[in-house]
């Protein structure tokens, strides 16, 4: 029974540390490197002074100037560009998403371990590949008034797409295409280490461990530009027990010391393209994530290549 509870919560935790890990809420603060949050791109608007010749007095405004966008730019200056005006679909009053969500997995479980597992468990299937058009009004989808908009994009839960830092990147470009911009943006390998989580105890809510998960992932370029759930919201981060889970429970204090886990996420990669006015017509994500977790001799891997696709229509 002890090592059935151990497992279960392996697979637990190693099912909804990805699916988890975007779920901030919607005022969680920037993501924090050490280093400065980047400010927007300057190049999009401007402060103009008018003189009122009749009366001598001054007036200053912000009026919007064509977008300038940053060809040729610092990685500093393309990813404030990219956060700035990705973000900016959230804040649309109404548009029109198409998203193509393809997840390709091999989950590597023992067999006589996986004989032990619930049926919800036992039937668990990691790959994704689905299609979504939804219309959102002020925020919430008209065809199906259970989806957000803050949910159906990257940072999930929040109202920011991007908050990526000049830290977070490997390399960065935008250039020229067909009277818009495309910005194109390599991420940094990042290892996963779940130490950082430190000790989760039974008493825990699920918000608690979310949070906890949250804090950690924040902190990654990962965690602040992808999509890193199994698409779709994906029941296999519920800790609910079905009708076969009788006898199934979260064990009490876990030292997470005795449990060994080694992943990464790789090859992180997004490209926006912009039309002349700055509004995303296209945004495409991918990455490759791998986790081994072992615990008393048992060791469970999943290696996974996730990518989505989005079309807008203002």
Same mark, same amino acid.
């Given at each position: 029974m002890k090592l059935r509870i151990i497992w279960l919560f392996l697979a637990a935790a190693l099912l909804a540390l990805p699916a988890c890990g975007t779920a901030r809420p919607a005022n969680a603060p920037a993501t924090t490197t050490g280093e400065e949050a980047i400010e927007p791109f300057a190049g999009t608007t401007q402060e103009r002074t008018t003189e009122i010749e009749s009366t001598g007095a001054t007036t200053t405004g912000i009026e919007k100037t064509?977008?300038?966008?940053?060809?040729?730019?610092?990685? !500093?200056?393309?990813?404030?560009?990219?956060?700035?005006?990705?973000?900016?679909v959230k804040a649309a009053g109404r548009i029109t998403i198409k998203k193509h969500n393809v997840r390709n997995a091999v989950l590597d479980i023992?067999?006589?371990?996986?004989?032990?597992? $619930?049926k919800r468990m036992?039937?668990?299937? $990691?790959?994704?590949?689905?299609?979504?058009?939804?219309?959102?009004?002020?925020?919430?989808?008209?065809?199906?008034?259970?989806?957000?908009?803050?949910?159906?994009?990257?940072?999930?839960?929040?109202?920011?797409?991007?908050?990526?830092? !000049?830290?977070?990147?490997k390399n960065a470009s935008c250039a020229e295409q067909d009277g818009g911009w495309v910005i194109s943006i390599?991420?940094?390998?990042?290892?996963?280490?779940?130490?950082?989580?430190?000790?989760?105890?039974?008493?825990?809510?699920?918000?608690?461990?979310?949070?906890?998960?949250?804090?950690?992932?924040?902190?990654?370029?990962?965690?602040?530009?992808?999509?890193?759930?199994?698409?779709?919201?994906?029941?296999?981060?519920?800790?609910?027990?079905?009708?076969?889970?009788?006898?199934?429970?979260?064990?009490?204090?876990?030292?997470?010391?005795?449990i060994k886990m080694d992943g990464s996420y790789r090859n992180g990669a997004i490209t926006?393209?912009?039309?002349?006015?700055?509004k995303p017509t296209s945004l495409t994500l991918s990455y490759d994530n791998n986790i081994a977790v072992s615990v008393i001799g048992i060791k469970v891997k999943m290696d996974s290549t996730v990518k989505q696709e989005y079309q807008f229509t203002w």
């Open positions: 064509a977008v300038e966008a940053p060809i040729g730019g610092s990685i !500093a200056q393309v990813a404030a560009f990219y956060n700035e005006h990705a973000n900016a023992p067999a006589v371990i996986k004989a032990l597992l $619930p036992k039937n668990f299937d $990691p790959n994704t590949n689905e299609t979504i058009t939804e219309t959102f009004v002020n925020g919430k989808g008209a065809s199906d008034t259970a989806r957000r908009l803050n949910d159906f994009l990257p940072i999930n839960g929040t109202s920011d797409v991007s908050r990526l830092k !000049a830290a977070h990147i390599k991420l940094k390998d990042e290892p996963m280490n779940l130490s950082s989580f430190g000790s989760m105890r039974e008493e825990m809510s699920d918000a608690e461990r979310r949070s906890m998960m949250d804090d950690y992932l924040s902190q990654s370029g990962y965690g602040s530009s992808m999509e890193l759930g199994f698409g779709g919201g994906s029941s296999s981060s519920s800790s609910q027990p079905e009708e076969d889970d009788e006898g199934w429970q979260m064990p009490g204090n876990i030292d997470i010391s005795s926006a393209v912009f039309d002349k006015e700055g």
